[in-house]
């Protein structure tokens, strides 16, 4: 029995929610959006609530209400309050600049690096070694802040590199020269 899937998602007032055709499209006050859900589970909305039920008592379909269940309450929060990612650039050197719709970092290596904003995500740098990634689809939000930590991941002995804000450092320990027993 999902759990997740049996809570009841409530609607915020300013957000509205259509079930058509084996889709679930959430409009609100920052983006719209949509979601395609299988034939295992049905949506309807009743009491300016969301259901998601089962059709069948099988495994699938278990996990399936689960999954479309926080996928369409993440949807409601999304274009209601929307979701934002924080990285941190750390480096000797290392800079960050907005130039329009681009994000311009200088990485520690030859060449300045951009990284172009995509359509419902906006990137913002509040100091010289933050990003704040935000937009309403927490997927994409996620996917973004992950390509833009790939572009230097960090170094484990100096911590050179870009995080997540919340994310521990662990640093190794260099070698111990001249160690004597």
Do not use: C, W
Not at 75 to 88: A, Q, R
Not at 97 to 111: D, E, F, I, R
Not at 138 to 166: N, Q, S
Request: glycine share 10%.
């Amino acid at each position: 029995m999902s759990r997740i899937g049996k809570l009841p998602i409530s609607i915020p007032a300013g957000v509205s929610v259509e079930v058509k055709d084996n889709v679930v499209t959430v409009k609100g006050a920052k983006d719209t959006l949509s979601q395609a859900y299988s034939n295992n589970v049905s949506v309807e909305v009743k009491d300016n609530q969301i259901f998601v039920t089962r059709n069948d008592e099988t495994t699938d379909s278990n996990a399936k209400q689960g999954l479309y269940r926080q996928l369409i309450n993440n949807m409601v929060v999304g274009v209601k309050d929307g979701f934002k990612k924080s990285l941190t650039v750390q480096g000797v050197g290392y800079k960050l600049a907005k130039q329009g719709n681009k994000l311009v970092m200088n990485l520690g290596l030859s060449h300045p690096v951009e990284f172009a904003e995509v359509e419902g995500i906006t990137l913002e740098v509040p100091d010289n070694n933050t990003i704040l990634v935000k937009g309403a689809n927490k997927e994409l939000v996620g996917a973004i802040a992950a390509k833009i930590r790939a572009l230097r991941p960090m170094e484990p002995y100096h911590g050179y590199g870009i995080h997540y804000t919340d994310e521990p450092v662990i640093l190794k320990p260099g070698k111990s020269a001249g160690k004597k027993k």
